[in-house]
């Protein structure tokens, strides 16, 4: 746990998968003939929403990497106000490596949680590997941290506590609750 | 158990906060370049809804408040005969303050059911604070009465039955459908 | 155990509540300002459908009763070839009435599964009362049958195949499809 | 273990059923006067997709039986780029008939991923038949394998890796993404 706190506190950039993430993976396709081919709709959990944004106004940066590339996601980030929005990236690591370079940031700096195996490339690197409690026991062993909330449930609202927490920001974030 | 039924006597007015309470907390988006830009549905449970029309039956006011705005919320409002419909509220608990010096009522006559922290403000004030089984244990910490169903499966009904059970009208509205 | 094959023997007519028998009981309500006003979606088990069709095929007469009315609930039972259905119905018990009068059949050849206090008339009447594993502990404690499985997800199929036991048919059933 | 190993080993077609298996058997219907008259959406998991995808890069065939028919299905199944799509098929025996003879494979060569009993007549005759975890016992106790997650929910994703294992390809598999 100690090592765990240590490893959050340099973090200045959280990356977010997706699907199985900010998702619980379900993908939902539609049979009407207007609809777009793809996935028509995305599910996301009020509560991730709010870690985020609390996330932001504490002053880290935040960004997502997917494989696939919907319009729902990009309204879903837009209403957050999350500016690392990277949709349709095949070679997360690609994107990954562009993303700390363009921020200037070492490994050690970043956060990532991803729930499958081509998160791996990217979670091998970065300071804090996080992933899922519905991931596989595989993907938990590759990762610093596992949530106790299930995907699209909580589990990215639970990193954002916890790194807020392990900066020593919470408490004020509170305050302002408590009021 | 004694100290949280005197608790739900006095209460006139019973709150709902909507994502997290009256929902799972599922936020749906829609990749339909038609469809609103913001969540297409909400997904509310056909059981909360009969609790909150025994609540009116019973002569108790109604109420939500909520941070987002849709046009879903409004329309399962319309379908129950929900009176007082405060959507776009950044600001929960001025809006709440506005609601009860409208109504002439003390905090002591109110009860708040939330589940996030932005619930906070409101659920110090009033008489009986009430959270769902998946709100944090923080959240749970800040609150009287924690259900035991989830959010958007019960938790709402929970609810509506403790308060008329407390005030002795629970007995009376069985008696119609034991006939 | 033995009192409740005796109480499936004479059933002739089995009737299904919709929301939270048929469904899990979530309701889902568009934001689109084209979609209907009520509810947009209702979602069904492909395994309560299967359930069904093969107590019609053993020659049982199937049949809904709902409070609420949608497009989506005549277009399930269409699919599923269910000849009785009756939508919008506020008054269950003189639906219930008209039917088993219209059918020529007592109460004790009518099996009925339903979840709240608003089919508590019809199933105190029936002679056979089913409720689902979900319903509260005070609707469970007024049925014969209480479901292992929840509303939406098996509960409907439940029944059927206790029906179709108590009466001996189930073994024909399945020597088709072991085949 | 040993002789579902030994099963999974000459395996070069596996076939899923689609409701109940690919998806959790839920079965959404549209009150939308213009949404087609059946089903409107399936939901698929991503997890379950990539699993499909590496059996196929691991050059195994991979195909789908269903009863139902629906545009959702056919769109799923293209963007995964999975060739035999057989939907509408009352009589899946047939269509499987079918299918190993243009493949020219035997029996032993087949796996097989059904939840219901019309699933019967070829779980019975494949050499490795599958079945998931939210499955009747009685379907249960005619299948080699039964799933530890879900319908929808990751049951085809292990079947994936199960035989990727039991044939020694899953290492290579997770070597890529262990670069």
């Known amino acids: 746990m100690h090592e765990l706190i240590e490893r959050a506190r340099p973090v200045r950039l959280v ?31 009020s509560r991730d929403g709010l870690g985020m944004k609390l996330l932001m106004q504490a002053g880290l940066e935040i960004g997502i990497i997917t494989a696939r590339s919907s319009l729902a996601v990009a309204r879903r980030m837009a209403d957050l106000g999350v500016p690392h929005v990277h949709q349709g990236q095949q070679d997360k690591l690609a994107t990954y490596q562009n993303m700390i370079e363009h921020l200037a940031l070492s490994h050690e700096q970043v956060a990532y949680m ?13 300071g804090f590997a996080a992933t899922v409690a519905d991931a596989s026991e595989f993907m938990q ?5 596992v949530s106790k909330h ?14 807020l927490n392990a900066q020593g920001r919470w408490d004020e974030t509170l305050a302002y609750f408590l009021r």
Do not use: M, N, W
């Not at 299930?150 to 790194?163: D, K, N, T, W």
């Open 141 to 145: 062993s590759h990762c610093h941290f």
């Open 15 to 45: 990356i977010f998968d997706v699907d199985g993430v900010l998702t619980d993976g379900r993908l939902s396709y539609s049979s009407h003939p207007d609809a777009p081919e793809k996935e028509q709709s995305k599910v996301f959990h």
């Open 114 to 126: 991803g729930d499958d195996i081509i998160d791996l490339p990217v979670l091998r690197r970065v």
């Open 150 to 163: 299930h995907s699209g449930q909580g589990a990215a609202r639970e990193l954002c506590e916890f790194i």
